[in-house]
């Protein structure tokens, strides 16, 4: 049974920083792109980052870019992201999700991920 499991989410003030990680297990895991998604009240899940299966390549969405960094240790089996600069509007619940994708590049859209996890909440106050 795959399972990916967040963990770091919390409330934090603007400005300032949070880890997320998530743990997979279940699944070869350097079979799969890893991915972190979120969404926030009355809004669609949109990308925020993801990392490739052999972590050598990395994408951002523009709103993240050059705040948030993604990394992956595959002797783990975990994937973070690292969150600096945090802005009100990076509240909302954050996903870890696996496509099965050996090929360097990731892809943004989330129907096209195999699993999912239950999220996390990460809220930054004003």
């Known amino acids: 049974q795959v399972q990916l499991r967040e963990s770091g989410g919390g409330l934090v003030q603007a400005g300032g920083c949070l880890r997320l990680?998530?743990?997979?297990?279940?699944?070869?895991?350097?079979?799969?792109?890893m991915s972190w998604f979120r969404q926030a009240p009355g809004k669609e899940r949109e990308f925020v980052s993801g990392?490739?299966?052999?972590?050598?390549?990395?994408f951002y969405a523009d709103s993240v870019r050059g705040r948030f960094t993604i990394s992956r240790d595959n002797a783990k089996k975990t994937v973070n992201l690292q969150m600096n600069s945090l802005k009100p509007e990076d509240t909302a619940v954050h996903y870890c999700?696996?496509?099965?994708?050996?090929?360097?590049?990731?892809?943004?859209?989330?129907?096209?991920?195999?699993?999912w996890g239950r999220g996390t909440q990460v809220t930054v106050s004003s």
């Open positions: 999700a696996a496509d099965r994708q050996l090929g360097v590049g990731v892809t943004t859209t989330s129907s096209e991920y195999d699993y």
């Open positions: 990680s998530c743990a997979a297990s279940g699944l070869t895991f350097t079979s799969y792109a």
């Open positions: 990392i490739s299966w052999s972590g050598s390549s990395t």
